[in-house]
């Protein structure tokens, strides 16, 4: 069993950040890429960042130059920092996985449950 939980999320004024976590927990053999995704009620899930197992980021053209992503192996976890928040970036942030439970089992992706991000003027 894999578990994301995802935190940090909530209620910020624009031009203001905060730093979402999630961390990975159960059976872990292998974490490969993770990423955010982000959804607006009524709107297609889309992508904000990713990173590789290596150390590898991509990031959504609407959010470089102000969102980070990163990963602590050691903890099962990765994080995004958003700077410079604009009420666009308004929406659920999901946290999302590539994780091979056990040695021999394919690699399954996994989705958090959701933690909710608000920008106001």
């Known amino acids: 069993q894999v578990q994301l939980v995802e935190s940090g999320g909530g209620l910020v004024q624009a031009g203001g950040s905060l730093r979402l976590s999630c961390r990975a927990s159960?059976?872990?053999?292998?974490?490969?890429?993770m990423a955010w995704y982000r959804q607006v009620l009524g709107k297609q899930r889309e992508l904000v960042a990713s990173?590789?197992?290596?150390?590898?980021?991509t990031y959504a053209d609407s959010v470089k130059g102000r969102f980070t992503i990163s990963r602590d192996n050691a903890k099962n976890t990765v994080y995004l920092q958003m700077n410079s928040l604009k009420n666009q970036d308004t929406a659920v942030y999901y946290c999302?996985?590539?994780?091979?439970?056990?040695?021999?089992?394919?690699?399954?992706?996994?989705w958090g449950q959701g933690t909710q991000v608000t920008v106001s003027s």
């Open positions: 990173i590789t197992s290596g150390g590898t980021t």
């Open positions: 159960g059976m872990l053999y292998s974490i490969n890429t």
């Open positions: 999302n996985g590539d994780i091979n439970a056990a040695r021999g089992l394919p690699t399954t992706n996994y």
